[in-house]
């Protein structure tokens, strides 16, 4: 339900409650909204008074806003001590000390009043010790009863509850505690249960059977759980142990990548990461499923191996080309000629390595130079390859006179109206040949007068 309507009632400022031996508020008995007073010192102390102001629209009885005066007695070094030590101190020759029950680290003395307002030493900085906050167990298992008020420096225990069982837990309140919420200090510790009536798989017990522990096949860490929800029956169940998995098969990242080996990996084995053919592996790695592994999506820890592609021989062989198996190149075969270039291609979808040759062409023969084929023979000069050479004859009644004649047809030619290339012309002469019959015109037999 929800209420509305009503209003605090608008009301005067009251005096606030201070110390009367010090602090004089007498003319801020009741102060209207918007006014003000003044609050002095009183009695053995001096200072400058301040003003309290009430303010517009107060609704509280203790709503007067003012900042203490600054109070202090005239005499600071004259002051007696009290007539009986004050609550947490006491007094003795050797000064003031921290009475039992409290404690402090420096105690600092000024000059005061008792409760008759009369100037007194008043010593400060001990604190009353207290009792510890209780602990905040299990209430199904554990029994805190005992801890609600442990003092300072006092323990308790804290025992199991039936039917749970085991060794009561010691819980201590520190010494000097002077904080009311500090809990009481000590370490948890479960209780102990009956074993499950049955026994579930990936469970046993140690050799002296007080531990249960996880069976072989199964990681993990064996506990014994007594209670199943947020009821308080015991309901013994054991957890924590896991049926061992094999990591997931390895999946390539790159047609290079042999996996073949790493199928299925049981935890704590290994297996071989190489080069598929006709990459060459230059150092394989090992990958590892981690021992103990329980999750089936679990990869093996692995680095890729490093490969180098060496070039497969292409099938069918190129005309003109052949292989060199040791080396993963081609070469010009006899009848062709250039610089052999051999790349792959691999296709990524299929893995497949394409071979491509290029650089070698079909050399062709020389044509034949120009002759005179009444003088010379060149019948030895015909189809000559590239690279290779002739010597051509004379024909009857022509004579060699001089070196044989040589033709050549260069190296790597590929062009089949290459001429060949005389290096030794022929020298094809006759020494005598009938004359001519009949005599041209022009011309007649005689001696030249």
């Not at 008792?114 to 298992?141: F, H, M, R, S, W």
């Not at 096949?217 to 094999?246: F, M, S, W």
């Not at 098969?249 to 790159?254: D, K, Q, V």
């Not at 006759?430 to 005599?439: A, E, F, K, L, R």
Request: net charge negative; aromatic share 8%.
């Amino acid at each position: 339900k929800e209420f509305e309507g009503c209003r605090p009632v608008v009301r005067p400022c009251l005096a606030p409650p201070l110390d009367a031996c010090k602090y004089d508020v007498s003319s801020c008995s009741v102060i209207q909204p918007g006014g003000s007073c003044s609050i002095a010192c009183t009695g053995e102390y001096v200072g400058e008074p301040v003003t309290g102001h009430c303010p517009e629209g107060n609704v509280l009885d203790q709503g007067l806003e003012f900042r203490f005066p600054r109070c202090k007695t005239e005499n600071q070094t004259d002051c007696p001590l009290p007539a009986e030590d004050p609550p947490g101190y006491k007094h003795s020759d050797e000064g003031w000390q921290c009475a039992e029950g409290w404690m402090g680290t420096s105690i600092i003395t000024r000059c005061g009043h008792d409760e008759q307002c009369n100037l007194v030493i008043e010593p400060t900085g001990c604190t009353k010790t207290v009792a510890c906050a209780p602990p905040t167990t299990d209430p199904c298992e554990r029994d805190n009863v005992d801890c609600w008020e442990v003092q300072a420096g006092g323990t308790c225990e804290i025992g199991c509850k039936m039917p749970f069982s085991g060794d009561p837990i010691v819980a201590t309140c520190p010494e000097g505690n002077t904080d009311a919420t500090r809990a009481l200090e000590w370490e948890w510790e479960a209780c102990d249960c009956m074993d499950p009536r049955e026994t579930p798989p990936g469970y046993k017990k140690d050799f002296f059977g007080i531990t249960w522990m996880c069976a072989e096949g199964y990681a993990g860490t064996a506990t014994k759980r007594c209670r199943r929800g947020k009821t308080c029956i015991p309901e013994p169940e054991l957890v924590g142990c896991e049926i061992l998995q094999p990591c997931t098969a390895l999946l390539a990242e790159s047609c290079e990548q042999d996996v073949s080996d790493c199928a299925s990996v049981a935890p704590g084995e290994t297996c071989v990461v190489t080069c598929n053919t006709p990459w060459e592996s230059e150092e394989d790695t090992i990958a590892e499923c981690p021992a103990g592994n329980v999750d089936p999506n679990r990869n093996v820890t692995w680095s890729p191996p490093t490969c180098i592609l060496r070039c497969p021989p292409p099938d069918p062989m190129p005309d003109g080309y052949g292989w060199l198996p040791e080396e993963f190149s081609a070469f010009c075969v006899e009848g062709f000629a250039g610089e052999p270039v051999t790349t792959c291609e691999v296709n990524e979808t299929t893995c497949k390595v394409t071979t491509n040759l290029t650089g070698c062409r079909e050399t062709v023969p020389c044509s034949l130079p120009l002759f005179d084929p009444c003088m010379v023979n060149m019948s030895t000069c015909q189809n000559t390859q590239s690279g290779g050479s002739c010597s051509p004859w004379c024909l009857p009644p022509y004579v060699l006179a001089g070196d044989v004649p040589l033709a050549e047809c260069p190296e790597n030619n590929f062009d089949p109206a290459q001429n060949l290339t005389w290096t030794i012309l022929p020298n094809c002469t006759i020494y005598q040949c009938d004359d001519p019959s009949p005599v041209p015109n022009g011309y007649e037999w005689g001696l030249k007068p």
